[in-house]
């Protein structure tokens, strides 16, 4: 009788080195499209939150004359105007990861407290004050704080820095995630960037307002 038999190898030296080093590239190249996902799957709750405020913003006009709330130095003080009657929850203004307007250790309540809407920390977002129901509806009222000059982002402290996108609300009471230029702002259809239009410069009773920066300690 013959009997077979078998000539179990494992793997050598060479070949496990191989494995290893075409599973580090593998990792290498879908670390950043994960990385990508995740940021693009985060704006969807955000720009859900500014449509949110919009709405809450065209409830405020429509009983103030076609006002919107008007404020000057930083958004903060003009959106919480929108406190108690147009809106009861402050978390719609934070946004988690934003490391220049947003306090990570003390995030706003649920509920609105009386006298305390919007303090340094809550609030992400910057608005154009003193635009009207007669202003145009493309243009924008709500973004992403600012964090290199008015209407412009920084790399390094952007929340959506990666994609390279801001979070827009129209007075439509549209938003979108819209991708930013080389030089980091939003463009207008004429190329101009979006905050800085004809219908925003060169009308004395608006100002864009960046919101309260976080308070560091010590502060």
Known sequence: MNISQRNEKG?????????ITIIAILATVATPMIGKARVSARMIPATKNVQNILTSMTLYSGDSGGLYPEGTGDSNMALSQLFPDYSDTEKIFYLQGDRVFCDPKSPPDE???EGRALEAGENHWAYVSGLTDNSKTSTPILADGFTNGIGSYD??????AQPNKAIIGFRDGSATA???????????????????????VEDDLVEVLNPLKRLRPGQ
């Open 155 to 160: 790399e390094r402290n952007h929340v959506w």
């Open 11 to 19: 793997f050598t030296l060479i070949e496990l080195l191989v494995v």
């Open 111 to 113: 509920d609105y407290t």
């Open 178 to 200: 819209m991708k930013l230029g080389e030089d980091r702002t939003p463009k207008a259809p004429s190329g101009d960037n979006l905050f800085e239009i004809p219908d925003i």
